[in-house]
Nanobody, 116 residues
Framework: QVQLVESGGGLVQPGGSLRLSCASS????????MGWYRQAPGEQRELVAT????????DYADSVKGRFTASRDTFNNTMYLEMKMLKPEDTGVYYC?????????WGQGTQVTVSS
């Protein structure tokens, strides 16, 4: 079992920044991949960023490229999502997930609201 706990969400004005955290109960270095997703009201969950095994390869959705940065802290077993130049369409519940030993685990989500 792996427990993932997201934090860092909140209300921010357009153009603002937030940093989300995803704390893992298992070493992030042992994960095959970790990812950030978001889900807007009435919409399907969409993949925002993926960090692959070594941490050297990170993929982003086109809608967030150049604005969001995903990273891992192997000492603190935490994954981050640095979000800049936020837009109202970035609003949603942000989730992290992790794949390890053939299983997928999810956090409970953290709400991000971008509004003036």
């Amino acid at each position: 079992q792996v427990q993932l706990v997201e934090s860092g969400g909140g209300l921010v004005q357009p153009g603002g920044s937030l940093r989300l955290s995803c704390a893992s109960s298992r070493s992030v270095s042992s994960m095959y991949r970790m990812g950030w997703y978001r889900q807007a009201p009435g919409e399907q969950r969409e993949l925002v960023a993926t960090i692959w095994t070594s941490g050297a390869m990170i993929d982003y959705a086109d809608s967030v490229k150049g604005r969001f940065t995903a990273s891992r802290d192997t000492f603190n077993n935490t994954m981050y999502l640095e979000m800049k130049m936020l837009k109202p369409e970035d609003t949603g519940v942000y989730y992290c997930d992790a794949n390890v030993l053939g299983s997928t685990y999810w956090g409970q989500g953290t709400q991000v609201t971008v509004s003036s």
